[in-house]
């Protein structure tokens, strides 16, 4: 009889299975209920990095250096001249800060078009690794912008050009019929257009026709 009532008091002490694992259960509620709440956390981390993993991308887009970062031919020659070629215009360009982007907007039809060609090696270059068909001009609309040339500065800069009084190659009698890239090459020489029918002075490194 005692040994009976100690059983029953052993079991009502620890309790029955059924209570036990009610118990357990219960117990077991908040650490899933924790685990549940961690989701956010995880998918809040994804998206902070992937968020920075576009902002760093974005940043080295804009850099000249990612121009040829893939498609070495045949844009290794214009960020090696963008470096290095002091007699180019791009030189002077890299000199004042003044990066790829900002002459040369992007957009992203453009940039898929390109991307195509490349991957088709739909382009031919020339012996010097440039390309043997430009696609951008330069115009005045490009140049001379807020924030880049002063239209009036430069026409003031070569008055009387090679001490000739009233000649000026930016204040041409053809007007604006004429680009800005009919002389100045960025990323190869310059051209001294008006001497297919002037005997102007030709700046130093720069071709003529004559």
């Not at 209570?19 to 219960?26: F, I, K, L, N, T």
């Not at 991308?57 to 470096?83: I, K, L, R, S, T």
């Not at 019929?177 to 030709?202: F, K, L, Q, R």
Request: charged fraction near 25%; include cysteine; glycine fraction near 12%.
């Amino acid at each position: 009889m005692e040994e009976k009532q100690g059983a029953e008091a052993r079991r009502d002490a620890v309790g029955t299975p059924e209570v036990r694992a009610g118990a357990s259960h219960e117990a077991g509620e908040p650490a899933g209920r924790r685990r549940g709440r961690r989701w956010p956390i995880v998918v809040g981390v994804v998206a902070v990095v992937l968020v920075a993993a576009g902002a760093g991308f974005w940043a080295w887009h804009e850099q000249p250096g990612f121009c040829n970062a893939v498609c070495h031919d045949p844009m290794d020659a214009y960020v090696e001249g963008y470096f290095d070629d002091a007699t180019l215009m791009a030189n002077a360009h890299a000199r004042a800060d003044v990066t790829c982007l900002q002459c040369h907007e992007a957009n992203i039809e453009e940039q898929v078009t390109e991307g195509l060609a490349w991957v088709r090696g739909d382009f031919a270059t020339d012996e010097s690794g440039h390309l043997t068909v430009q696609g951008v001009t330069a115009d005045k609309k490009m140049c001379a912008t807020g924030g880049c040339h002063d239209w009036e500065d430069v026409k003031a800069a070569t008055e009387d050009w090679g001490g000739e009084a009233g000649v000026n190659p930016h204040a041409s009698h053809q007007g604006e019929a004429i680009d800005c890239s009919n002389c100045h090459g960025a990323h190869g020489p310059s051209y001294m257009y008006c001497n297919a029918c002037h005997d102007y002075d030709v700046p130093a490194g720069w071709e003529s026709p004559r």
